[in-house]
T-cell receptor, first 119, second 116 residues
Framework: GAVVSQHPSRVICKSGTSVKIECRSL??????MFWYRQFPKQSLMLMAT?????????EQGVEKDKFLINHASLTLSTLTVTSAHPEDSSFYIC???????????????FGSGTRLTVV | DAKTTQPNSMESNEEEPVHLPCNHS???????IHWYRQLPSQGPEYVIH???SNVNNRMASLAIAEDRKSSTLILHRATLRDAAVYYC?????????????????FGQGTILTVHP
């Protein structure tokens, strides 16, 4: 249980175009979701926290106009990379907080990630 | 957020136990200790978590020091599939009067190499 599906798993886009990444909770309602970015051989860096029905909270240094996050339903959050450039090429990972978590449950689950390549 | 310190890398042989250490000297009373692991090109996978007492599950064991300033993830018999980056993370626990789960902030983790 508590599965998050992320897609696409891999996308290549041209510089200047926009790309949308979806993150769906399959068997639970995700009121809070997180978006991370990971560059090669580096750790995950939290980009933003999204709460269903409200604006996302971005971490310091993350451009909110470039990385648009929409969390309009309890099962779907999207990250849109607008006007993508080669430096935006990275591995993007979503995560969801699992509600009503007892101690035996992990509290968070992660998507399988999206490899974005901007050419 | 309280920080964690882990060795950059560790090596093990298959079928042997592995002890992955984590220091978290600035841990607060409501911080849970979480361990996740990540295989290449995949999202992190939950391993185990604990608060004060040692914990066991089918994947691993978590030994927490009495002062909670350090912990050790124990893989009882390493397999080649256990080769991954292991992250030790502190998660803020519930606030009084309700639940307030903090965000997970990842450090650099420990790269575990398992030799056949």
């Amino acid at each position: 249980g508590a599965v998050v599906s992320q897609h696409p798993s891999r996308v290549i886009c041209k510089s200047g175009t926009s790309v949308k990444i979806e993150c769906r909770s399959l068997d639970f309602q995700a009121t809070t979701m997180f978006w991370y970015r990971q560059f090669p051989k580096q750790s995950l860096m939290l980009m933003a926290t999204s709460n269903e029905g409200s604006k996302a909270t971005y971490e310091q240094g993350v451009e909110k106009d470039k990385f648009l996050i929409n969390h309009a339903s309890l099962t779907l959050s999207t990250l849109t990379v607008t006007s993508a450039h080669p430096e935006d090429s990275s591995f993007y990972i979503c995560s969801a907080r699992i509600p009503d978590t007892g101690f035996t449950r992990p509290g968070y689950t992660f998507g399988s990630g999206t490899r974005l390549t901007v050419v | 957020d309280a920080k964690t310190t882990q060795p950059n890398s560790m090596e093990s042989n298959e079928e042997e136990p592995v002890h992955l250490p984590c220091n978290h000297s600035t841990i607060s009373g409501t911080d849970y200790i979480h361990w996740y692991r990540q295989l290449p090109s995949q999202g992190p996978e939950y391993v185990i978590h604990g608060l004060t007492s040692n914990v066991n599950n089918r994947m691993a064991s978590l030994a927490i020091a009495e002062d909670r300033k350090s912990s050790t993830l124990i893989l009882h018999r390493a397999t080649l599939r256990d080769a991954a980056v292991y992250y030790c993370i502190l998660r803020r626990g519930a606030n009084a009067g309700g639940t307030s789960y903090g965000k997970l902030t990842f450090g650099q983790g420990t790269i575990l190499t398992v030799h056949p």
